[in-house]
T-cell receptor, first 114, second 117 residues
Framework: GENVEQHPSTLSVQEGDSAVIKCTYS??????FPWYKQELGKRPQLIID?????GEKKDQRIAVTLNKTAKHFSLHITETQPEDSAVYFC?????????????FGSGTQLTVLP | GAVVSQHPSWVICKSGTSVKIECRSL??????MFWYRQFPKQSLMLMAT?????????EQGVEKDKFLINHASLTLSTLTVTSAHPEDSSFYIC?????????????FGPGTRLTVL
């Protein structure tokens, strides 16, 4: 099955700086890669996703890049703000057929210091 | 749109009792629902995949006789933790997908915090 590795496990940045979180996946058939933000005790919230036919996607301060050859994808947050502090999870899935189970990375605790 | 609810939001029970958690898609029909378990400071681990009208598919290591899943309608799936023990204490989260919503994005419920004394 799919295996997703995520680094780093914790990340502290100064407000206004950029944050980068990296993930690798093992199954070359995976073609959908969402990123989630989870605050303590809350549900995961989809913040951005990318499909395998695209190399980069941006939404305001958030961007995701995908390298299919190397099987890794990264989340980039620019101009970080204290409210960006949360746990971020990457995930991968095969977006076809009936299965579509998400495999999550281990999570990154991002702390933005004011 | 695409709202998923869970009930209850938290529950405390005694060891040996059973607890039922409901997951509902409020404004769409969910062909498939997923159940996850999340221990403190850990990731979401898929427990089972539930398709409406058929038996759930359990992930390796998840006891199907202990975690009973029923997906009786296109808007409701239930997870029953039978003979709960303290080690079952966790945050249980469901999610749902729908053909009408593209099937890729999973819509998550708010989670249920289970504490077994």
């Amino acid at each position: 099955g799919e295996n997703v590795e995520q680094h780093p496990s914790t990340l502290s940045v100064q407000e206004g700086d950029s944050a980068v979180i990296k993930c690798t996946y093992s199954d070359s058939a995976s073609n959908y890669f969402p990123w989630y933000k989870q605050e303590l005790g809350k549900r995961p919230q989809l913040i951005i996703d990318i499909r395998s036919n695209v190399g980069e996607k941006k939404d305001q301060r958030i961007a995701v890049t995908l390298n299919k050859t190397a099987k890794h994808f990264s989340l980039h947050i620019t101009e970080t703000q204290p409210e960006d502090s949360a746990v971020y999870f990457c995930a991968a899935t095969i977006s076809s057929g009936s299965a579509r189970q998400l495999t999550f990375g281990s999570g990154t605790q991002l702390t933005v210091l004011p | 749109g695409a709202v998923v609810s869970q009930h209850p939001s938290w529950v405390i029970c005694k060891s040996g009792t059973s607890v039922k958690i409901e997951c509902r898609s409020l404004d769409f029909q969910a062909t498939t629902m997923f159940w996850y378990r999340q221990f403190p400071k850990q990731s979401l681990m898929l427990m089972a995949t539930s398709n409406e009208g058929s038996k759930a598919t359990y992930e390796q290591g998840v006891e199907k006789d202990k975690f009973l899943i029923n997906h009786a309608s296109l808007t409701l799936s239930t997870l029953t933790v039978t003979s709960a023990h303290p080690e079952d204490s966790s945050f249980y989260i469901c999610s749902a997908i729908s053909p009408g919503l593209g099937l890729e994005e999973q819509f998550f419920g708010p989670g249920t915090r289970l504490t077994v004394l």
